[in-house]
């Protein structure tokens, strides 16, 4: 499996990104997959943002929830990560992931395949 995010840029404060995650093969309408959106700051550990379940059962950083929404399109083999009222500290370099299992999972460990990533840079 091999995955590609992208949609990442330059926005100001309180503005708005949605970013993409494609994925070779039909993985995303695949049964008992879950995909999640990670992200990196300059400096600081890989931290979970959002992941969706199969299922569609969605879930979300505390420090996203109600910003960010993680949706799917089965057809098009794509998984989106819309992010409003972005801040300064979303910058980041943001990563889509792929593992297999019916339960939401916040841990790098946790997902099998992984994007190259896509740098979001929010300025105040």
């Known amino acids: 499996v091999q995955l590609q995010a992208s949609g990442g840029g330059l926005v100001q404060a309180g503005g708005s990104l949605r970013l993409s995650c494609v994925a070779s093969?039909?993985?995303?309408?695949?049964?008992?997959?879950?995909v999640g959106w990670f992200r990196r700051a300059p400096g600081k550990e890989r931290e979970f943002v959002a992941t969706?379940?199969?299922?569609?059962?969605?879930y979300y950083a505390d420090s996203v929830k109600g910003r960010f929404a993680i949706s799917r399109d089965n057809v098009e083999n794509m998984v989106y990560l819309r992010m409003n009222s972005l801040k300064p500290e979303d910058t980041a370099v943001y990563y889509c992931?792929?593992?297999?299992?019916?339960?939401?999972?916040?841990?790098?460990?946790?997902?099998?395949?992984w994007g190259q990533g896509t740098l979001v840079t929010v300025s105040s």
């Open positions: 992931a792929v593992g297999l299992g019916s339960f939401t999972a916040t841990r790098p460990r946790e997902y099998d395949h």
């Open positions: 969706i379940l199969w299922s569609g059962i969605t």
């Open positions: 093969g039909r993985i995303f309408s695949s049964y008992n997959y879950r």
